[in-house]
Nanobody, 123 residues
């Protein structure tokens, strides 16, 4: 199983980025997908998650109203649209997959992880 995250980069505060996570080696449409982030010196934290059928979504309070999560099961890809970015959003962003019964915001429930993509936000 491979999860490949991409789309990170440098953006000014107030700007937008869209991260993508493309999966291979698993039946993507059966997995919930999550995004997590880790800033230097901080613990990894939950950002957003979407269930396998795109009917349930969860967001961290810190990103509600600014970030959206979506998926395209025909392309085995999940997306994280990040708008109104703030310097505190800067981190390495990771995508993860799980087939737990209920959509989870806990990193311990996610079975597969991709490598991070770095997001830098300049003030």
């Amino acid at each position: 199983v491979q999860l490949q995250a991409s789309g990170g980069g440098l953006v000014q505060a107030g700007g937008s980025l869209r991260l993508s996570c493309t999966a291979s080696g698993l039946t993507f449409s059966r997995y919930d997908m999550g995004w997590f982030r880790q800033a230097p010196g901080k613990e990894r934290e939950f950002v957003a998650a979407i269930n396998w059928s795109d009917s349930v979504r969860k967001f961290a309070d810190s990103v509600k109203g600014r970030f959206t999560i979506s998926r395209d099961n025909s392309k085995n890809t999940a997306y994280l649209q990040m708008n109104s970015l703030k310097p505190e959003d800067a981190a390495d962003y990771y995508c993860a997959a799980t087939n737990r019964p209920a959509l989870s915001n806990s990193e311990y429930d996610y079975k597969y992880w991709g490598k991070g993509t770095q997001v830098t936000v300049s003030s």
